[in-house]
């Protein structure tokens, strides 16, 4: 009984170590077979992620079978992976050798849109408004300026617009109305001028019966008795009542009554009187006026010479350079010596504000002593003149103290003659650039005169030959 136990003892331990054995070759198979999956599984990942995509879509494997029949299609696929991969191999090579103009295809269209890119196109328009200034920018500053330097360029255009602009064959006209006005001038200028007499006469007529500047241009205690109510020209709601104080202010009589000089020279402060070497010339006038308080003296008297018989003063000077001459007086004072025994013509009586400095001007001049006569200019008269101007076609807020200035020489002057009259800043002959006045550069005060249309009457009249503009270096016109 005993050995049949062990009979069926040993036959059980045999049947283990075969069962075992057999474990073990299944597990070494399995292994192996594992080894060799995991050695072809670096492949997978080179596939295009296009060609994993259909595999996973192909309807051989579905998305609920994922048990024996997934690992047995793993296993089919792993041992076949060799075999697609060169099915794959080959289908590629000839696929290309017989579709090679399409895969090049790729890389043309990106050339394409490069070379598209230039002509704007909807899709890109935001980009291409950038390359074409870009383009253009280096080419214009590639001659002159560096790469580094780009930001110098702009400036340059301009200046080779000055220069154009100097050049008298073909100016390109950079001021404001002044185009047509030297194109007048130019035109005049080509022909010899000549006074005439019959249009001098009749202009003149006009002027002393509507102004009367002979009698009335300045107050006097003739024509502004005590009493008498002044209105201010620039400000018609402001009155000035003359009491006795305000009268001895007044010069007795008018210097022009009844006085008529042959050659007067009306001076103005314009740029174009530099290096004009018109000093002789104007000195050479019997009567010479000059507009607020120009310098006459050292490098300019060449230029613009040194007598003078009117001068004229702007308040503003007086508030500006001579503190409203409520502090220390002799720098004014020595301001006028220059002017000889010429009359200070003040425009006391324009506006309200004007007054109370204009006479503390009056009274320093009399403190001190010096041989300057002051006047005042008559609001009446500056009315009546601001009145005949607009009949001339002239609209402007005020009158020029130049214009004013010319309108008194036109009725006490034979002949008269304009040096510095030129409301432009560039020459009208050769086109340089002026400054605004001979002496500085300081600019007008803007929207009170219309400087380039009274220059326009002025030369209207010179063309007429009532009065004789004089542009450019004196003895070469």
């Known amino acids: 009984m005993s050995g049949l136990v062990w009979e069926r003892g040993s036959i059980r331990g045999q049947r283990l170590q075969l069962l075992l054995g057999f474990m073990l070759v299944a597990l070494f198979l399995w292994t192996l077979l594992t080894t060799f999956i995991s050695s072809d599984s670096h492949v997978e990942p080179h596939r295009p992620p296009a060609q994993k995509k259909s595999e996973k879509k192909a309807p051989s494997v579905s998305s609920d079978n994922m048990g024996e029949e997934k690992v047995e299609k793993q296993q089919k696929t792993d041992l076949n992976t060799t075999d697609l991969d060169k099915d794959r191999t080959e289908r590629k090579h000839k696929t290309t050798a017989h579709t090679s103009h399409v895969e090049p295809h790729r890389p043309p269209a990106q050339k394409e849109s490069e070379k ?12 291409e408004p950038d390359r074409p200034p870009a383009q253009k920018e280096s080419e214009k500053k590639a001659p ?3 790469s580094d330097n780009n930001h110098v360029e702009p400036p340059k255009p301009p200046a080779q617009k000055e220069s154009e602009k100097k050049a008298p064959s073909a100016p390109s006209y950079n001021c404001n109305g002044c185009k047509t006005v030297i194109d007048k001038v130019l035109k005049n200028y080509s022909q010899t001028w000549t006074k005439q007499e019959v249009n001098f006469q009749k202009f003149r007529s006009q002027l002393r019966t509507k102004c009367n500047g002979a009698d009335k241009f300045i107050i006097t205690q003739a024509n502004t008795p005590v009493g008498s109510k002044l209105v201010y020209d620039g400000e018609r709601n402001n009155v000035q009542e ?12 008018s210097p022009f009554s009844n006085k008529t000089w042959d050659t007067c020279a009306v001076v103005g402060s314009g740029g174009i009187l530099a290096n004009s070497s018109c000093g002789k010339a104007i000195d050479s006038a019997q009567f010479v006026i000059r507009c607020n308080l120009p310098p006459v003296e ?50 006391a009586f324009s506006f309200a504000a004007n007054t109370p400095v204009c006479l503390r001007a009056l009274y320093t001049i009399e403190d ?18 601001h009145e005949f101007w607009r009949t001339q076609g002239l609209r402007a807020v005020r009158l020029s103290t130049g214009l004013m200035m010319v309108s008194l020489a036109l009725e006490i002057c034979s002949n008269v003659h304009l040096y510095g009259f030129w409301p432009f800043s560039n020459h009208p002959h ?6 605004n006045h001979y002496y500085d550069n300081k600019p007008a005060v803007k929207g009170m005169h219309a400087m380039p249309v009274e220059f326009d009457h002025l030369l209207q009249l010179h063309s007429q030959g009532v009065l004789r503009v004089h542009l450019g270096q004196c003895g070469k016109q």
Do not use: C, W
Request: hydrophobic share 35%; net charge positive; no cysteine.
């Open 116 to 127: 598209k890119a230039p002509s704007v196109s909807s899709d890109n328009s935001h980009v």
């Open 144 to 146: 002159s300026v560096s």
């Open 298 to 347: 050292n490098e300019f008297k060449a230029h613009v010479g040194s007598k003078t018989e009117i001068v004229t003063a702007n308040p503003s000077i007086l508030v500006q350079k001579y503190g409203s001459l409520s502090g220390h007086r002799r720098p004014f004072v020595e301001s006028l010596q220059k002017y000889g025994n010429s009359m200070l013509l003040l425009p």
């Open 430 to 435: 050769g086109f340089q650039p002026l400054n």
């Open 242 to 253: 003359v009491n006795s104080d305000i009268f001895k202010t007044f010069v007795k009589e």
């Open 368 to 385: 001190f002593e010096i041989p300057i006569q002051t006047v005042f200019f008559n609001p009446k008269y500056l009315q009546s003149l």
